[in-house]
């Protein structure tokens, strides 16, 4: 089974970056597709980025332009490397595997101070 554990996360200011890491644990990463998620206190949580295995990626509206999703299948590893950060970016951040079932990490806190 896949095990993910994010990491990277932490208070930083307006304008800042933050690059988050997702190790993932099976061998099963590779042909998976994986996704970055984010919950804001009070909000729903919702689409950030994903990138399959063949290297593809989409991100939220919200984002473009600004966050970067990446992967090192030789990791097992999935980043998402945060610019040009605002305050609305606060959140929880989630990894997800696409597998069946699908498998989520438990997140890391990303404090964005104006």
């Known amino acids: 089974q896949v095990q993910l554990v994010e990491s990277g996360g932490g208070l930083v200011q307006a304008g800042g970056s933050l690059r988050l890491s997702c190790a993932a644990s099976?061998?099963?990463?590779?042909?998976?597709?994986m996704g970055w998620y984010r919950q804001a206190p009070g909000k729903q949580r919702e689409f950030v980025a994903v990138i399959s295995r063949g290297f593809t990626t989409n991100y939220a509206d919200s984002v473009k332009g600004r966050f970067t999703i990446s992967r090192v299948n030789a990791n097992n590893t999935v980043y998402l490397q945060m610019n040009s950060l605002k305050p609305e970016d606060t959140a929880v951040y989630y990894c997800?595997?696409?597998?069946?079932?699908?498998?989520w990490g438990k997140g890391t806190l990303v404090t964005v101070s104006s």
């Open positions: 997800r595997a696409y597998t069946v079932p699908e498998v």
């Open positions: 099976g061998r099963i990463f590779v042909g998976s597709t």
